[in-house]
């Protein structure tokens, strides 16, 4: 849990007075006309919670069966819409069939550019189409055994496979658990463990940067993987569908594996919608907290969908005619709500790619812009700092005018590449929308209206419907505007995490204990004079690096795995692109060389252990951490040491000063 002086270090009291109206022009066409209109709208959602859900999930969502009762509320355990069915795929899928949105592209895509030996495709899936590719795939689904309420893994590329998988699955009520392609092989061993799975959708290997990453090779490493004890991870694994992206060679082990293309050959279009209940698991989705061992978040059929539904259509203002692109992988909750189940819900186009935003070079984005003419554009501020650093030149060669609305996530956006994205990519007409939210919340949960609400740089600025987020001090009670402290929401909302998957302990210790009542996000944040929140980041053990959340001591315990380490200590630094950097603190075993060698061996180690987004940038060897007579390691210390800083405060419960002097750098 943080600690008192996290909190009140908060010192980022930013100086940015600049405010941006949305101009008359966007305001007229938007859903929500103004800061008037959005108040109205939000007070009623507070004021009469039931009236206001109710009303919401009646209009936006298609249900089999009404629900006896909106919220069933005995904190810290929500159900929503109780009594109520309904399909996920159904909304998504069906209910655009018999009306003119059935011919609109859902999906379009386009693969990894053209290069040595790879084809440089392009797609496009109507609802129609893709409706049918989801049905044969349902039945693809069943017909290798898998039954409601079943876990897969989806461990894929970019391709719209991807897609079809997942709401394969929420058709037959199998519940998804999609791990990001760039995670270990161990990652998808502990995963499937750990939700029982018992099937695995795959690929041959998916494009980036020109080169394959094997995934199907990396399915089968995972499948041989055992505990300490020996014991196989992954017995509960009856079958792997294997899709063919890449055309590398690929093992197939028989009865085991699978193609999904011949699988494809064997079944009919014909797969009605299961009616699911709506408060039965949809997806789990694993991310990383303050211990070792990442969670599997919980979320559920109908408050899940509707959250996805109604922010995608209000925060992003969805027409029509929109052409929507999320480039966030649909490994990580925001491909899941705003790359599928948000747009499709909404009868949306929405566009995928499948690589990198520099290869072959650093306007892929921008070409992808032009030529699809996007007009929506969902990114991270992570992105928006790297390109700022290649320059200029590369949007400027490209056609940007179709954009009309900007959208920022994952992490606190510095003004600099606010006023960049607005200036350079929006050519100044487009509002920014800086949305906060977690894999935890489902949707978005604080963020501008674009038609209604004034921004200023670096601020997420108010609420959603529905939602209410309070700042409170260690005590837990609410402080008033202008002040900072935690972050925590008040009162349940319908896209709310269920709990974590099978450690409902662990859901109640992690985010009903540290304010009773009330669920903590374990970030820190501040409002301005106008209540609006201005997020400073983690309070706990979590780093944001690039916008993918790495937690401290999941990368501490894949260090000391290796068995020339003896002990390790991982602490985030500021860092200009990725916002945060990992710093690890490393004591080896005696008899061990700690040089250059051992520096990139730890680095591998950590790939293979947990994946590439978690090697450490800097490793420091150390002869001791610096630990307290108590023998806690003083992390405070060893941040102030990674980020350069002078030491300050309190050492005088350090056990040995001597270790500070020799951790200052990370040459020999
Ligand atoms: O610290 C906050 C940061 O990302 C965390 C959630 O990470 P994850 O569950 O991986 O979900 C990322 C995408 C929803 C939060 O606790 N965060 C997310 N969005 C913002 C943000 N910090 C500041 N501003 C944001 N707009």
Redesign the pocket.
């Given at each position: 849990m943080p600690a008192p002086d996290k909190v009140t270090n908060i010192t980022s009291l930013q100086t940015e007075n600049r405010v941006f109206k949305p101009s008359k022009e966007f305001s007229s066409r938007a859903h929500v006309k103004s800061l008037a209109h959005y108040r109205k709208l939000y007070n009623e959602s507070i004021k009469s919670p039931d009236k206001f859900w109710g009303k919401q999930a009646r209009e936006e969502l298609v249900w089999f069966k009404p629900w006896k009762k909106v919220l069933q509320w005995k904190a810290p355990f929500a159900k929503w819409f109780v009594g109520g069915q309904l399909n996920v795929s159904y909304n998504c899928l069906d209910r655009h069939l018999n009306t003119p949105t059935a011919n609109k592209a859902a999906l379009i895509w386009e693969g990894e550019p053209a290069g040595a030996g790879i084809p440089g495709e392009e797609r496009t899936l109507t609802y129609k189409q893709l409706h049918h590719e989801v049905c044969k795939f349902a039945n693809v689904l069943k017909r290798n055994g898998l039954k409601k309420g079943d876990r897969v893994i989806i461990y894929m590329p970019m391709v719209p496979e991807a897609a079809i998988a997942m709401l394969a699955c929420t058709r037959i009520g199998v519940i998804h658990s999609v791990v990001f392609g760039g995670f270990s092989a161990q990652s998808v061993a502990d995963r499937i463990f750990d939700c029982q799975a018992r099937l695995v959708i795959t690929t041959d290997g998916g494009y980036r940067r020109g080169a394959v990453v094997p995934l199907k090779k990396n399915v089968d490493e995972a499948l041989t993987i055992k505990d300490a004890q020996g014991n196989s991870l992954t017995k509960t694994i009856e079958k792997v569908i294997v899709h063919r992206r890449a055309n590398n060679d690929v093992r197939i082990e028989e009865g085991r594996d699978v193609w999904w293309h011949r699988e494809m050959e064997q079944v009919d279009a014909n797969c009605p919608a299961e009616k699911m209940d709506s408060e039965a698991p949809l997806f789990i989705l694993y991310?990383?907290g303050s211990t070792g061992k990442p969670k599997g978040?919980l979320h559920t059929t109908g408050g899940y969908l509707l959250g996805a539904k109604l922010t995608t259509k209000y925060i992003f203002d969805l027409q029509e005619t929109d052409v929507y692109w999320c480039t966030?992988d649909i490994g990580?909750?925001?491909g899941h709500?705003y790359v599928v189940y948000g747009p499709l819900a909404n009868g949306a186009t929405s566009f995928m790619y499948e690589g990198a935003p520099n290869h072959p070079e650093p306007d892929r984005f921008w070409r992808l812009i032009a030529k699809y003419g996007i007009t929506v554009l969902y990114t991270?501020?992570t992105a928006i700092r790297a390109f700022m650093k290649w320059g200029v030149e590369w949007p400027r060669k490209h056609d940007l005018t179709s954009l009309r609305l900007l959208g920022?996530?994952?992490?606190?956006?510095n003004p600099e590449a606010w006023i960049w994205y607005h200036e350079v990519v929006g050519g100044k007409r487009c509002p920014i929308v800086?949305?906060?939210?977690?894999?935890?919340?489902g949707s978005?949960m604080?963020?501008p209206l674009p038609g209604a609400t004034p921004t200023k740089p670096g601020t997420?600025t108010l609420p959603f419907f529905g939602i209410v987020p309070e700042i409170v001090d260690d005590q837990g009670k609410t402080l008033p505007k202008n002040s900072g402290g935690k972050l925590v929401i008040r009162k349940p909302w319908p896209s709310m995490l269920r709990g974590i998957w099978g450690d409902m302990q662990r859901y109640k210790d992690t985010y009903w204990s540290e304010v009773p009542g009330s669920y903590f996000?374990?970030?820190g944040c501040r409002t301005d004079k106008d209540g609006y929140f201005w997020?400073?980041?983690?309070i706990d053990d979590?780093l944001?690096v690039a916008?993918?959340?790495i937690g401290t001591a999941e990368v501490e315990s894949a260090l000391v795995s290796n068995q020339k380490v003896a002990e390790a200590a991982v602490v985030g630094r500021p860092d200009d692109l990725k916002g945060q950097a990992l710093v690890a603190f490393v004591t080896v075993k005696t008899g061990v060389v700690a040089d250059q060698n051992l520096r990139d061996e730890l680095r591998n180690h950590v790939g293979k252990e947990i994946g590439p987004v978690a090697k450490p940038d800097d490793i420091r060897f150390a002869e001791a951490l610096p630990k307290t007579r108590s023998g806690k390691i003083m992390r405070r210390l060893l941040k102030q040491i990674a980020s350069g800083a002078e030491i300050k405060g309190d050492t005088t419960t350090l056990e040995d000063l001597t270790v500070l002097t020799k951790l200052g750098s990370s040459e020999e």
């Open positions: 991310t990383s978040i966030a990580w909750v925001t709500s991270a501020p920022s996530v994952g992490e606190p956006i800086d949305t906060w939210w977690q894999t935890e919340t978005i604080i963020s997420a996000t374990g970030d997020i400073v980041g983690r979590v944001n916008g993918h959340r």
